[in-house]
């Protein structure tokens, strides 16, 4: 049996050598290796917290002490060593998840996933354990360097020191990447201590020294005054000035492949009895050249791979991907209109505007791990006059809504932002589902929503957006290919696309984006049960087109399929409007339900949730067959445009 088979709890690893700690990283790396490469997942920052990650659960004791993940990607080896070794069903359904979840151990305790939360974490529970006289119990957070680069680690760090008696110990995981290299003043520093010739030299020299004292003896000797030697090293070089002021100790920096210093190190850190910050230098993609070698992010995320090469061995779909869509797309507007700029949070290549800061690298801002920095900073920007285009994924763009809401809305400004990954995103789970954005944004008011159904529209769409200088605009688009494009009957004279229409006006379905396809499949078996179909795409969902309005009075029931939470989501929307208008045409609201989604793929979710051709249609025709109602009269008849606002979704286009 392998040593990491006999691990089943963190306990088990104080019965091993150093010897064997260090044969037990190199299993783990080879099984990391070998087994994320048949499923996919967040390979390269695993592979960097082996060492770091054994040394952590030597010191202290979990579950008893609570340790803290940021963002979470990076628990890879924390599940090896809790036990939990089946990872034959990574990020599938009935598998392991790949961020913690307290639902599969105890050792999970924060699985929200998005960065820069995990000090004020640690800082809330370190107080509970304070002040409920769990004084025995230590919180330890594992924080990224690019975590750094938000706000609210520097909030949660000026809280920390306003109580230094507490056991708290914060690993700053330092490889110089977060998603990609880290960015900013932050980043340039903790680049300067990594880099510092006084640290490398002195390291360098002394552990010479002591190696001439005599073999293992001046090993010995050398491991037991290295803590001294940090911390005089700190002082030389002024390490530690950055958090002296918020009066938190400081070590480091540290080896973090060495198993040995970074357990000393660590136990200095459980023996201070106050919040101590241990700077742990790493390798992203450690131990495996496939990842080391890969300049754009070293493995990060990886999907199916050959484990020899690094190669992936899924084959290609045959259509682009929205996002490289949108990245060529960004381009040639941005050629054009000299006023667009980009802006996002630490990804730059995920959301695609590299293209963009490739061709222009003056025109886009990477802020780093920092969405509401970026919104605010792009209202700003387009107060200078500048157009900002501010790709997020759309379950981060929760976390600036306040910005977009009171800094972009109420000042009227022109930004566009792009969200990519919107709807059922598969197998990241709850925190990475993208299914809030259309329920949270339609509230800001002037705000202009759109959902694109294939490439073409997404180009439309973005084009039309940023064109708008006196409104936020958004643009979102799902994970993965684009599929093939659907094309429209004819478009309303208010930008709406008839994808079908049938003479008996039984069933509008309005499909937001790229549920197009579903409505399309629904429509098909209505017809089959002789019931009449007319299936639109509004383009810009919000505000609702006034042709929808025009065209639900004119059939018997509304049903609307969307990809977001249906609490409050554009099914909503429209039925609200409808009433405002004095139409009473039946409305049957689809989308996901109000709960945190599983990690499945996407096609396992909407099953489960409902949001089937099969399922839909049964439920229509139960629908129709049981709405006495007649069949509402001719187009346009009941409803006047007395309640519109303007015939054009984009009735701002004044650039």
Not at 362 to 369: A, E, K, Q
């Amino acid at each position: 049996m392998s040593l990491l088979q006999g691990i089943t709890t963190p306990r088990d690893l104080d019965a091993l050598s150093a010897d064997q700690l260090v044969e037990l990283a190199a299993e783990v790396r080879a099984f990391l290796i070998a087994e994320v490469s048949k499923t996919g997942g967040h390979l390269g920052p695993n592979l960097g917290v082996v060492e770091t990650t054994i040394a952590i659960h030597r010191v202290f004791d979990s579950p008893r002490d609570a340790i803290v993940f940021d963002t979470g990607h990076q628990s890879y080896v924390h599940k090896l060593l809790t036990g939990r070794q089946d990872f034959s069903l990574l990020r599938q359904k009935g598998g392991l998840a790949g961020y913690p979840q307290r639902s599969e151990s105890p050792h999970d305790v924060v699985e929200s996933s998005h960065a820069s939360s995990s000090l004020s974490w640690a800082d809330g529970i370190s107080r509970a354990f304070e002040m409920t006289g769990q004084t025995d119990r230590h919180v330890v957070a594992v924080v990224g360097d690019g975590a750094l680069t938000g706000g609210m680690t520097w909030e949660a760090l000026n809280n920390i020191s306003d109580d230094n008696s507490r056991n708290l110990v914060i690993v700053v995981n330092d490889n110089g990447r977060s998603y990609a290299p880290t960015i900013g003043g932050m980043a340039r520093y903790l680049n300067g201590v990594r880099t510092a010739n006084g640290y490398r030299q002195l390291h360098q020299k002394s552990w010479r020294f002591f190696d001439r004292v005599g073999g293992a003896f001046g090993r010995a000797l050398y491991r037991g005054v290295r803590g001294g030697l940090h911390g005089f090293l700190s002082r030389m070089t002024n390490n530690a000035s950055l958090y002296a002021n918020l009066d938190i100790k400081y070590v480091g920096p540290i080896d973090g492949h060495d198993l040995q210093a970074m357990e000393e190190a660590l136990r200095q850190a459980k023996d201070y009895a106050a919040p101590v910050i241990v700077h742990a230098i790493t390798e992203k993609g450690r131990g495996y050249e496939p990842a080391r070698a890969d300049a754009a992010d070293q493995f990060h995320a990886v999907g199916q791979i050959d484990p020899e090469t690094g190669e992936p061995i899924s084959s290609p779909s045959g259509t682009p991907s929205w996002t490289s869509v949108f990245a060529d797309e960004i381009v040639e507007l941005a050629a054009a209109d000299e006023s667009i700029v980009g802006i996002t949070a630490a990804m730059l290549r995920p959301t695609g505007l590299h293209r963009f800061a490739e061709r222009f690298p003056n025109r886009v801002l990477d802020v780093g791990i920092a969405e509401q920095h970026a919104v605010t900073s792009a209202a700003g920007l387009a107060f200078g006059g500048l157009h900002p285009v501010v790709a997020l994924y759309a379950t981060f763009v929760n976390r600036a809504f306040d910005q977009v809401l009171m800094d972009v809305g109420l000042h009227q400004a022109g930004v566009t932002f792009v969200l990519d990954r919107a709807g059922v995103t598969g197998p990241d789970g709850a925190s990475h589902h993208g299914m809030w954005d259309l329920a949270i944004l339609q509230v800001v008011p002037r705000i202009r929503l759109s959902a694109p159904r294939d490439a073409e529209r997404l180009r439309e769409e973005l084009a039309e957006a940023v064109r708008v200088v006196d409104a936020p605009t958004v643009v979102r688009f799902p994970k993965g290919s684009t599929g093939p494009e659907i094309p429209a009957l004819r478009r309303t004279p208010d930008g709406v696309d008839v994808l079908r229409e049938a003479t008996r006006r039984d069933v509008l379905i309005v499909s937001v984006g790229t549920m197009a396809t579903l409505a399309l499949d629904v429509a098909a078996l209505l017809e089959e049960q002789g019931i009449g179909v007319t299936v639109v795409d509004p383009r810009w969902v919000v505000p609702v087109p006034w042709s929808i309005i025009e065209l639900s009075d004119a059939h018997r029931i509304v049903v609307t399929i969307e990809d977001g939470v249906r609490v409050g989501g554009i099914g909503t929307r429209i039925r609200q409007d409808l009433r405002e208008a004095g139409v009473d045409t039946a409305v049957t609201e689809l989308g996901l339900p109000d709960e945190f989604l599983e990690h499945a793929s996407r096609d396992e979710i909407l099953e489960r949730v409902g949001l089937t051709p099969r399922h839909i249609a049964d439920d229509v025709i139960a629908q129709v067959q049981g709405n006495k109602i007649p069949i509402a009269r001719p187009l346009g008849e009941r409803v006047s445009r007395g309640t519109d606002t303007g015939s054009s979704p984009l009735p701002h286009l004044t650039r």
